[in-house]
């Protein structure tokens, strides 16, 4: 099937971009990342794409005068890439409406929890404070409320009685690198339709729900 063009916007060390490269370069995901953006020019990730021959740019928002420039700037940038759809992996910046709506289905974003639970920033530190038994992390669309979003994939990671805010980012982050290939595969290959605010995944094979959750089948107790 056709690759799917993918532009990734960055913030940060880009872990979650080097498993989308993975998985696009292996050919698993039948989509090519054609662009890396990111908003800081210290973005470890840059770095990533760079040795991996992925274009990429840095756009600093306080260049421009207001977000509103800053972010037509940002657009002009996707679409001179052609890019078809773009994952949010670590962009610390919220979009505004227009941006996202001229996205909308076709913006993803990766969050370290299970959402709705924990939106927003310190995530692990809240999620021990608040005593959880279980995290996780969730692959959406993008819609003009942050951290919200019609859900494609959720992994859940146990919280363990020793655990640490590092620790416990550490673990779901390996979960996140699993849960993105995954939904970007599924929104390339055009089986996740949103349906209202839900997500309907087509073709669903028997036991396929339990891979999205790909602790929860290693997970074996106490
Ligand atoms: C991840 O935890 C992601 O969920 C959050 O920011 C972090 C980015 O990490 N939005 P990395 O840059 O992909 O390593």
Do not use: K
């Amino acid at each position: 099937m056709a690759l799917r063009r993918v532009a990734v916007l960055i913030s940060g060390s880009g872990t979650n971009l080097q498993a989308l490269i993975d998985a696009t370069r292996s050919g698993r995901v039948p989509a090519r990342i054609v662009r890396v953006v990111s908003d800081r020019p210290t973005a470890g990730g840059l770095a990533r794409a760079a040795r991996t021959g992925i274009p990429t740019a840095v756009i600093r928002p306080h260049d421009f005068e207001s977000r509103g420039a800053f972010e037509e700037a940002l657009d002009r940038l996707l679409r001179e890439a052609e890019a078809e759809i773009v994952c949010l992996a670590g962009f610390m910046r919220v979009l505004g409406r227009a941006m996202v709506e001229g996205w909308a289905g076709r913006m993803l974003n990766i969050h370290p929890s299970l959402l709705p639970a924990f939106p927003g920033l310190e995530v692990h530190e809240r999620v021990l404070e608040a005593g959880m038994p279980v995290t996780g992390c969730t692959v959406h669309f993008v819609t003009a409320e942050v951290d919200a979003g019609p859900v494609l994939v959720q992994g859940v990671v146990p919280v363990l009685p020793d655990d640490t805010p590092e620790r416990l980012r550490a673990r779901v982050l390996e979960v996140e690198h699993r849960a993105y290939p995954r939904a970007l595969d599924l929104l390339v290959r055009g089986r996740a339709v949103v349906e209202g605010e839900r997500v309907v995944v087509r073709d669903e094979r028997p036991g396929e729900r339990l891979l999205l959750h790909p602790l929860l089948a290693r997970w074996t107790g106490p």
